[in-house]
């Protein structure tokens, strides 16, 4: 079965909304540790707001690895409606989110990756559909902004990777076990 892998960048306070403010020194470690994370991918889900604000600026950049990556790999969209900006290899997700991601990770391919879209990676998280969690914390406290980790249920995760990049940025990789942590260890 594939695996779905969220990558999320993150402040030292779990801001994960508009990363660009408080990531500001992206160097070689960053751009290793991201080859690593893209290159076992073949698809990625996308939320609704995070796939309309990258059909306007992914299909024209020249930011690699990232641009070729992403518009060459097979993108799910998780919407209610049809998307304005049309995407080379671009299908919509309606209906249970819960019964489409099952499915996908049923198919034969490589894993499935979840890039930015907060409330989506939140979502899959609570209903334990996430097997990693590849993280970039930066050394920035920004003490605004969303959350990734804001609400939803104590999960228990193990540490597969880590280490920092020369900027001072954290790599992490975490398996979800889908096991809640003890109420105790977590109060």
Not at 113 to 127: D, M
């Amino acid at each position: 079965m594939r695996k779905l892998v969220a990558y999320q960048l993150l402040s030292l306070d779990g801001v994960a909304e508009s990363p660009d403010e408080f990531i500001v020194d992206w160097d070689d470690d960053m751009d290793a540790n991201l080859g690593r994370v893209i290159g076992t991918q073949d698809a990625v889900l996308l939320g609704r707001s995070t796939y309309d604000d990258w059909a306007k600026f992914w299909p024209s950049s020249d930011i690699e690895p990232f641009a070729s990556f992403i518009n060459s790999v097979q993108k799910y969209v998780v919407t209610s409606t049809v998307p304005e900006e049309s995407w080379f290899n671009t299908t919509s997700i309606r209906g249970d989110l819960a019964d489409a991601v099952v499915e996908l990770k049923q198919r034969s391919g490589a894993d499935i990756g979840v890039h930015g879209s907060i409330a989506l990676t939140q979502a899959l998280i609570e209903r334990n559909l996430v097997d990693e969690l590849r993280l970039v914390i930066a050394p920035a406290i920004v003490g605004r902004g969303r959350k990734l980790f804001d609400g939803g249920s104590p999960r228990r995760l193990h540490l597969q990777h880590s280490s920092t990049s020369q900027s001072g940025s954290l790599l992490l990789d975490y398996e979800l076990t889908g096991e809640a942590a003890r109420e105790d260890v977590v109060s």
